[in-house]
C-alpha cells in the first residue's frame, strides 16, 4: 500500500541518522542545517515473527515480509512557514505523507550544535507543531476567501464548508492541532483536500545518547505526548546505527549479550504501523508466505484487491482462519478438523493476523 511516515524535526536532532538505521541507507547526514534538501525515500520491512513460525508449519520457498515507506524531510527551523531555510518547500514535502514520525533531540552532546542554542525538547516540539499550524492557517485562510465568495449563491454545502474552516481556523489560532479539534466526520470532510499538516496522526521519536543520563528529558516528551493523545518511542540513532551495520548472526549476539528482546528499530516500526492504523493478513502455499497491508476495517473484497485488482473485481469468498489456530493445532488440517477454516462473503472485515485464500473468478 502507498502509506508512508514523514520523518521530521529541527535541524542536527537526528533525523538522517534514524533514518539510515531504519532503511540501511545513505542519506546525507551532517553536523549543520540543512544537510537534507530534497527528500530521502527508504521502504522499510515490518518485522513479523509470525512469518516465520507459518512458515514453519507450511514449507515454503520463500517469506516475504510487508512493507512501510518512510521520507526524510530536511530540517524544520523557526519562520519555515514564511519560508526560512527553505521552509515553504518542506512543509510541502509534509503534504504528501500520511503519517509524522516528530524526532526530538533528547541528549547533551556539545560536539553537535543546536540550531536554538541548547536542548529543551519541549521548545523544539512548539517551534515545529507552531510552524505547522501557521502553514495550516494561511491553507485554511486561502480557501476561506475562495469560499466566502460563493455564500451569496446559498448554497448548503459552502455553508457548511466556510462553518468547518472556521472552526479549524479558531482551534488553530488557539493553538490546536486539526487531529485534536472536536470536529464531525463531516466537517472533517471540509478539509481532507487541502492535506492539512496538523490533521497527521503524530509520533513523537526521542533520540537519546544515553539512556539514564537523558531520562530527565525522555519524561518530558513522554507527559507531553500523553496531554495529547499521542504516542513516544525512545530510540538511540547511533547504536541503532551500528547495530543496523552488523550481520543477522552478529545481531543477534549483541541483542542475547546487552538482553534486549526487541530492537528500538523494530519498536519504532511497529509503532509506525500502528499509527497508519495498518494491521496484516498472511497468505500461505509452497511458493510463498507472505504477508500483506491492509487498513484497519477493511472488508475480504478490498483485501484481495490489494494482491491483484482481479481477485477483488471477482470475488466469490475467503477461505479464512486465524494465525494463532494454525499455532495451536500445528497443521491447516488439524484447522479444519477443528472446524475452525471458514468461508467469508463480502461483508467480512478482516482482522490482523487472519490467514486468507481468495476464491474469485474473471
Not at 529543551?120 to 502553514?135: V, Y
Not at 528500538?264 to 493478513?281: A, C, D, K, W
Not at 483485501?303 to 481477485?311: E, L, M, P, Q
Request: charged residues 25%; aromatic residues 6%.
Amino acid at each position: 500500500m502507498a502509506l508512508n511516515c514523514g520523518i521530521v524535526g529541527l535541524p542536527n536532532v537526528g533525523k538522517s541518522t534514524i533514518f539510515n538505521a531504519l532503511t540501511s541507507a545513505k542519506a546525507a547526514s551532517a553536523n549543520y542545517p540543512f544537510c537534507t534538501i530534497d527528500p530521502n525515500i527508504g521502504i522499510v520491512a515490518v518485522p513479523d515473527q509470525r512469518l516465520d513460525k507459518i512458515a514453519e508449519i507450511i514449507i515454503t520457498e520463500k517469506i516475504i515480509p510487508t512493507t512501510v515507506e518512510f521520507v526524510d524531510i530536511a530540517g524544520l527551523v523557526k519562520g519555515a512557514s514564511q519560508g526560512e531555510g527553505l521552509g515553504n518547500q518542506f512543509l510541502g514535502h509534509i503534504k504528501s505523507v500520511n503519517a509524522i514520525l516528530h524526532v526530538v533531540r533528547c541528549f547533551d552532546k556539545s560536539d553537535i550544535i543546536h540550531v536554538e542554542g541548547g536542548v529543551h525538547p519541549i521548545r523544539d516540539i512548539d517551534i515545529i507543531n507552531t510552524e505547522l499550524a501557521l502553514a495550516d492557517l494561511d491553507t485554511v485562510e486561502k480557501r476561506l476567501v475562495k469560499s466566502e465568495k460563493l455564500l451569496k449563491t446559498g448554497d448548503k454545502n459552502t455553508l457548511a464548508a466556510v462553518a468547518a474552516l472556521k472552526k479549524v481556523r479558531e482551534g488553530l489560532n488557539n493553538g490546536k492541532p486539526l487531529r485534536l479539534l472536536p470536529l464531525t466526520d463531516e466537517e472533517r470532510k471540509h478539509t481532507e483536500d487541502l492535506h492539512l499538516l496538523t490533521s497527521k496522526p503524530v509520533l513523537y521519536v526521542m533520540n537519546v545518547f544515553d539512556f539514564e543520563m537523558d531520562k530527565k528529558y525522555i519524561d518530558l516528551v513522554t507527559e507531553y505526548a500523553k496531554k495529547e493523545n499521542s504516542k513516544c518511542v525512545v530510540i538511540s540513532g547511533d547504536i541503532e546505527s551500528e547495530i543496523a551495520q552488523m550481520e543477522p548472526a552478529e545481531r543477534k549476539t549483541y541483542y542475547q549479550d546487552m538482553g534486549i528482546e526487541v530492537s528500538g528499530l523494530e519498536r519504532l516500526i511497529r509503532e509506525t504501523y500502528s499509527l497508519l492504523g495498518l494491521i496484516t493478513y498472511f497468505t500461505a502455499g509452497p511458493k510463498e508466505v507472505r504477508a500483506w497491508t491492509i487498513k484497519q476495517g477493511t472488508k475480504a473484497p478490498q483485501a484481495a484487491g490489494v494482491i491483484h485488482t482481479d481477485f477483488e473485481r471477482g470475488f466469490i469468498c475467503a477461505e479464512t482462519y486465524h494465525y494463532n489456530d494454525l499455532v495451536t493445532f500445528g497443521s491447516e488440517q488439524k484447522v479444519k478438523e477443528k472446524g475452525l477454516l471458514r468461508l467469508e462473503g463480502k461483508e467480512y472485515v478482516v482482522k490482523d493476523g487472519d490467514i486468507l485464500h481468495f476464491r474469485f473468478n474473471v
